[in-house]
């Protein structure tokens, strides 16, 4: 255990363990926010200076565990993580409560051991670290149906912790390995269902189709300051452990394809604009697992690049909507807009991320996205091409253009509420300028990917193509509204597959509850009937007035006081007990 303990201290989730279990004794004020803010830098700094290869080894069971597995792979999700939770930090800088800090630097911690973890025990450990802590996210906003939906997530995200653990004690059975490495061997024809299980398990963590909607449900459900952490950390995670174990893995390619495009009607036709940004996260995590699937040196990189700029831009997207909800108490379309009047600096951060998602030249969307597009093309998979293509016109439409339109712009709604405060419009300044300096010096992020990159973005087929895209979806933007086409943001929940447990679910259990209470009085009242007729029958016989009760003439008694006797006596005789 000792071996254990000293090798977990030197890496990242040491600091954060250790600042998370300083807070409850440090006072209220600056110094419990500024704790929530060096953690990260420090973590930063541990990851930048460390070189490649495998530390923090200990012996547990006779299993060997690596805390500390250093390559080009999780050094760059382990720094775009830290940057992820400082920024969420000062975002969230009056934020007093105690419970949300601990929360997001335990979560933010066992993130970031996932992507160092070097065997599947720690990062089973770890998987559950980020489920458990990040609850209290949505827990934290204290209504009933923050709670419910808390409880619903929960349930999802340790439920692909207990496939996660059957799958890794299987596939440990199978091969004696419990090695965090490629899983793919010959393909998935030569897999054992134990590497079945722990991809269904990272299936569930990245919101596959059908395993999706726990994240509409809880990120819009969260607090202000929670879903923009929430949006940075458990995908991501599970992107990064697909490019880890499941690189090249044929059927990611259409996985990916699927859940690029299915998100698109149902954030065009919803109200909320955190539940728009939750389908459109769904929809960027595509394109990673797109990337993941191809397994080239090129789309590889183009997964971690664009894990690395959708962590910032979607942070920022939710920060401006936060920052709105913030100072308005709403995130719904129908009831926002004209707020650039008072809210212009929101705003300004607000287009930029939206032209970061939409890929606009000189943003960060466009140097990696670019990337997963050309070697989709590259590996002759046209159809998938062009379906990322049209996905990439829906996030336009959808996260570029809705969102910055419906909360700033569009109607009036008569609200004239104040500026964000100075610490959020730091945080998404920082993250802004992060986003178009990558736009600008693609390079710099460039060398941080797994793989030597030799790529151009910027060529006149690159630029010309992405902005003939955005041009075409513009205009079917303004059409759609000046021809009254576009879907009128109304109040209410759009729910496509939970409707399983919003409406079937209970509808099977309030039909089974209705049937079994049915059955239950009909049988209760049938034997109520046959106990009133058989007291009924029985007074007949012996009651006060029943026929035993009646004089009987003597005759009649010593016949029966024969029959009595002889049955006696023939018992006897027949040796009967």
């Known amino acids: 255990m000792f071996e254990m303990l000293n090798a977990f201290s030197v890496t990242p989730v040491f600091w954060f363990i250790l600042g998370a279990l300083a807070l409850p004794i440090v006072p209220k004020g600056p110094l419990r926010a500024a704790i929530t803010l060096v953690i990260p830098i420090v973590s930063a700094w541990i990851i930048w200076n460390a070189t490649p290869g495998v530390y923090a080894t200990a012996s547990l069971g006779g299993l060997d565990i690596t805390l500390m ?40 911690g066992t993130a970031i051991g996932a992507v160092f973890a070097g065997d599947l025990i720690s990062l089973f450990v770890y998987w559950e670290g ?49 090695a965090f490495d490629r899983l793919t061997g010959e393909g998935p024809q030569s897999w054992n269902i134990g590497i079945w299980l722990i991809l269904l398990a990272f299936g569930i963590k990245c919101a596959f189709p059908l395993l999706h909607n726990w994240l509409q449900d809880s990120y819009p459900a969260a607090t202000v300051t929670g879903t923009v952490t929430l949006s940075a950390f458990t995908t991501k995670m599970a992107v990064y452990c697909l490019a880890r174990a499941f690189p090249g893995t044929e059927f990611l390619i259409y996985v990916g394809a699927v859940m690029t495009l299915f998100p698109i009607f149902f954030a065009e036709i919803e109200n909320d604009l955190r539940r728009v940004l939750a389908y459109s996260l769904n929809n960027q995590l595509g394109f990673m697992v797109v990337g993941v699937g191809v397994g080239t040196e090129m789309s590889l990189n183009g997964t971690a690049a664009h894990a690395f700029c959708h962590i910032l831009y979607k942070a920022l997207l939710f920060m401006s909507v936060g920052a709105v909800l913030y100072r308005t108490g709403t995130s719904k379309a129908s009831e926002l807009g004209g707020l650039y009047r008072t809210m212009p600096w929101t705003m300004i951060f607000c287009i930029v991320g939206a032209a970061s998602i939409s890929a606009f030249p000189l943003f960060s969307g466009f140097v990696s996205k670019s990337l997963i597009l050309d070697a989709a093309a590259d590996n002759k998979y046209p159809i998938v091409w062009a379906a990322l293509v049209f996905a990439s016109a829906g996030v336009l439409s959808h996260s570029g253009i809705k969102i910055p339109y419906f909360a700033f712009f569009a109607h009036d709604s008569g609200k004239r509420p104040k500026e964000a405060p100075r610490h959020m419009l730091i ?32 060529t006149w087929a690159h630029v010309l193509a992405q902005l003939q895209l955005l041009v075409f979806a513009l205009f079917a933007f303004a059409l759609l509204m000046r021809y009254g086409f576009f879907p009128d943001e109304k109040r209410g929940i759009n729910v496509d597959t939970d409707w399983v447990y919003r409406k079937f679910a209970p509808a099977v259990v309030g039909f089974c509850t209705r049937l079994v209470s049915v059955v239950w009085s009909e049988m209760a009242r049938g034997a109520g009937f046959l106990l009133r007729a058989g007291q009924t029958k029985l007074a007949q016989i012996y009651g006060p007035e029943g026929r035993v009760a009646q004089v009987q003439p003597t005759g009649t008694m010593v016949l029966w006081l024969a029959i009595l006797l002889g049955a006696t006596l023939a018992i006897n005789l027949l040796d009967i007990s």
């Open 69 to 108: 597995r250093v390559d080009k792979l999780s050094t760059i999700f382990g720094l775009i993580f830290s940057l992820a939770a400082f920024l969420a930090a000062l975002y969230a800088w009056h934020v007093k409560d105690p419970v949300q800090q601990i929360a997001t630097l335990l979560y933010a």
């Open 130 to 178: 980020t489920a458990i802590a990040s609850v209290f996210l949505i827990w934290a906003r204290k209504t009933e149906g923050a709670y419910q939906t808390g409880m619903r997530y929960l349930v999802i995200q340790i439920g692909s912790g207990v496939v996660l653990i059957a799958g890794i004690a299987l596939h440990y059975q199978a091969s004696g390995s419990i």
């Open 427 to 458: 945080a998404m300044g920082l993250t802004a300028f992060a986003c178009i300096f990558i736009g600008v010096f693609p390079e710099l992020l460039y060398a941080l990917l797994p793989y030597e990159v030799e790529y151009q973005p910027y």
